[in-house]
T-cell receptor, first 112, second 110 residues
Framework: DAKTTQPPSMDCAEGRAANLPCNHS???????VYWYRQIHSQGPQYIIH???NNETNEMASLIITEDRKSSTLILPHATLRDTAVYYC?????????????FGGGTRLMVKP | DAGVTQSPTHLIKTRGQQVTLRCSPK?????VSWYQQALGQGPQFIFQ???????QRGNFPDRFSGHQFPNYSSELNVNALLLGDSALYLC?????????FGPGTRLTVT
């Protein structure tokens, strides 16, 4: 699976959009981009995933560049409860059977 | 739906001892994966079970073993515990693309 690079930490004001970047320049054509987050002392939580088109669900939006070398997770109206570590993961198959390779993630701090 | 459950929540063991951690998957999920998360790091994949067989394995020694039962629940066993085995052990269950994680078991080895 391709390696991902994320900033170690970011701050965001409550109520504003949080934009979390991820670089995955070695991504292959059949690899998906997944985002998980981990709130302190809890297990990771799935947020969203995509292949090449932009995706949106009730939690967030995922914007993938046309060359697929980078992506951005957008939390449109961040709340204090969105404070967590966010992991960008590239996975080789859209199959739950494949393992997830976590990097260091981005620690997002939402401030009042 | 109870989601993924793990037991125990916390555990303290001594070096050299053996430990068994348990995981019950989300209803309808047939695949269980185990991860180890050291303090301040991302989770690291240990292995995955499907149809009671180990299907994938990460870079962990043979001291780490597992089992999956016919009801899809799973156990993680660690023998000859080392101080470095102290971590949060996460179980994740899946059926399609999304893996659901449990709250984890915090293992402390003294």
């Amino acid at each position: 699976d391709a390696k991902t690079t994320q900033p170690p930490s970011m701050d965001c004001a409550e109520g504003r959009a949080a934009n979390l970047p991820c670089n995955h320049s070695t991504i292959s054509g059949n690899e998906y981009v997944y985002w998980y987050r981990q709130i302190h002392s809890q297990g990771p939580q799935y947020i969203i995933h995509g292949l090449k088109n932009n995706e949106t669900n009730e939690m967030a939006s995922l914007i993938i560049t046309e060359d697929r070398k980078s992506s951005t997770l957008i939390l449109p109206h961040a709340t204090l409860r969105d404070t967590a570590v966010y992991y960008c993961i590239v996975r080789g198959d859209n199959n739950a059977g494949n393992m997830l390779t976590f990097g260091g993630g981005t620690r997002l701090m939402v401030k009042p | 739906d109870a989601g993924v459950t793990q037991s125990p929540t916390h555990l303290i063991k001594t070096r050299g001892q053996q430990v068994t951690l348990r995981c019950s998957p989300k209803s309808g999920h047939d695949t269980v994966s185990w991860y180890q998360q050291a303090l301040g790091q991302g989770p690291q994949f240990i292995f995955q079970y499907y149809e009671e067989e180990e299907r994938q394995r990460g870079n962990f020694p043979d001291r780490f073993s597992g089992h999956q039962f016919p009801n899809y629940s799973s156990e993680l066993n660690v023998n000859a515990l080392l101080l470095g085995d102290s971590a949060l052990y996460l179980c994740a269950s899946s059926h399609h693309y999304e893996q659901y994680f449990g709250p984890g078991t915090r293992l402390t080895v003294t």
